[in-house]
């Protein structure tokens, strides 16, 4: 069984400049979510997806967004990007709403670099 | 903020069994504990949750205490793969939502 895979592996950008991060998760999993983890701290919560919808947001400023598509796999977007923005970005995928745990299952990541 | 709080580092003599304790004395009655593992630069792997009973699999125990406030991981015969950060969470209900908050961990050194 295939698990979650991410592209691209690693990405370059410069400030102010739009990133674009790509999350599969395991077949059947309806729930993805989006985790970020700079250098040296522990995953902040970004966003869940599940059936295609935004379930819950974490505090983060509007420029993060995605989408999740109807085969679930999903897309996170950051805009106008900061030097700060530099990170692990981390999916995981789970089943969705309703199930009795949320086992979370991640992909090996995006570093993303902003110079 | 994590409702968790963990040492910082501990370390393990590699054969040996490593006790990782939590505190999580402000959990509700319907939060879980979960537990994963970050090895250095790859994505978290889930480990074990539990409610209130003590769970067992074949990576790890947990045994919850009866006031449910604080936790153990036990990985009965750490081997120098184990070496990882591990991540002690409760899990945050509101209606159908779930999302995890994670602290820093703990930072477990197996030793040969």
């Known amino acids: 069984e295939a698990g979650v895979t991410q592209s691209p592996t690693h990405l370059i950008k410069t400030r102010g400049q739009q990133a674009t991060l790509r999350c599969s998760p395991i077949?059947?999993?309806?729930?993805v979510y989006w985790y970020q983890q700079a250098l040296g701290l522990g995953l902040q919560f970004l966003l869940w997806?599940?059936?295609?919808?935004?379930?819950n947001r974490g505090n983060f400023p509007p420029r993060f967004s995605g989408r999740q598509f109807p085969n679930y796999s999903s897309e996170l977007n950051v805009n106008a990007l900061e030097l700060e923005d530099s990170a692990l970005y981390l999916c995981?995928?789970?089943?969705?709403?309703?199930?009795?745990?949320?086992?979370?299952?991640f992909g090996p990541g995006t570093r993303l670099t902003v110079l | 903020d994590a409702k968790t709080t963990q040492p910082t580092s501990m370390d393990c003599a590699e054969g040996r069994a490593a006790n990782l304790p939590c505190n999580h004395s402000?959990?509700?009655?319907?939060?879980?504990v979960y537990w994963y593992r970050q090895i250095h630069s790859q994505g978290p792997q889930y480990i074990i949750h539990?409610?209130?009973?003590?769970e067992t699999n074949e990576m790890a125990s947990l045994i919850i205490t009866e006031d449910r406030k604080s936790s153990t991981l036990i990985l009965p015969h750490a081997t120098l793969r184990d070496t990882a950060v591990y991540y002690c969470?409760?899990?945050?209900?509101?209606?159908?939502?779930?999302?995890?908050?994670w602290g820093l961990g703990t930072s477990l050194a197996v030793n040969p």
């Open positions: 995981a995928s789970s089943l969705g709403r309703g199930k009795s745990y949320n086992e979370q299952f």
């Open positions: 077949s059947g999993h309806t729930s």
């Open positions: 997806y599940d059936e295609g919808e935004e379930r």
């Open positions: 402000t959990i509700s009655g319907n939060e879980y």
């Open positions: 539990g409610l209130k009973n003590n």
């Open positions: 969470i409760v899990s945050v209900n509101a209606g159908n939502n779930r999302k995890l908050i």
